[in-house]
């Protein structure tokens, strides 16, 4: 069965640091891959999404994440954080034919 | 703006009554919707899926009897929580996808008491 695997459940960081959140899950085959951010008292919002071509994908308010295929893994990072980045995270992987399964989230508290 | 809207935000029921959650495409037709179940500090759980017109996809340990769906529109699905017990308190929330985007709503918050 898939599943998805976030390491952190809780993140203290400092305004400026660098972030990054990991995610790998388990499927030998194609898979899309998602973050999703809620803020607090928010919807999901997807932050940036894998299809498919360059690994690295850019999304939304700087983050970014990397699909390496070798470790299953789809790792979000950015390069300084802020303040209004606290929210929790969530990876999602969608395979063809299946459900999306989210990881259980990690909590980013940003202190100012 | 909003995509997706839901009715109520939060509601609070007594246990061994039933509880109904609508869920809105606000600006185009959806023919399927998700609804997914979140535990307090827990990730989503998809629960099913809403077909309009038709029988909605259970996902495994999901009762049907419990939870019933209904898609009667391609803009309004709702779920109905049926003898609520306090087990079931939990955030409930509905999805629809449009072209490769998945929107979520805002959630409805139950609580049985």
């Known amino acids: 069965a898939q599943s998805v695997s976030q390491h952190n459940h809780h993140v203290i960081l400092s305004e400026a640091a660098s972030l990054e959140l990991g995610c790998n899950y388990s499927?030998?085959?194609?898979?899309?891959l998602f973050w999703y951010v809620q803020y607090p008292g928010q919807h999901l919002q997807l932050l940036l999404k894998?299809?498919?071509?360059?690994?690295l994908v850019k999304g939304i308010k700087g983050f970014e994440a990397e699909f390496i295929k070798s470790k299953f893994s789809f790792n979000l990072r950015k390069p300084s954080v802020q303040w209004s980045d606290t929210a929790e995270y969530f990876c999602a992987v969608k395979a063809e034919g299946f459900k999306t399964i989210f990881g259980a989230g990690t909590r980013l508290f940003v202190k100012a | 703006g909003a995509v997706v809207s839901q009715h109520p935000s939060w509601v609070i029921c007594k246990s061994g009554t039933s509880v109904k959650i609508e869920c809105r495409s606000l600006d185009f037709q959806a023919t399927t919707m998700f609804w997914y179940r979140q535990f307090p500090k827990q990730s989503l759980m998809l629960m099913a899926t809403?077909?309009?017109?038709?029988?909605?996809?259970?996902e495994q340990g999901v009762e049907k009897d419990k939870f019933l769906i209904n898609h009667a529109s391609l803009t309004l699905s709702t779920l109905t929580v049926t003898s609520a017990h306090p087990e079931d308190s939990s955030f409930y929330i509905c999805?629809?996808?449009?072209?490769?985007?998945?929107?979520f709503g805002p959630g409805t918050r139950l609580t049985v008491t």
């Open positions: 894998y299809f498919s071509g360059d690994p």
């Open positions: 999805s629809v996808n449009r072209g490769l985007k998945q929107y």
């Open positions: 809403s077909n309009e017109g038709s029988k909605a996809t259970y």
């Open positions: 499927y030998g085959g194609t898979v899309n």
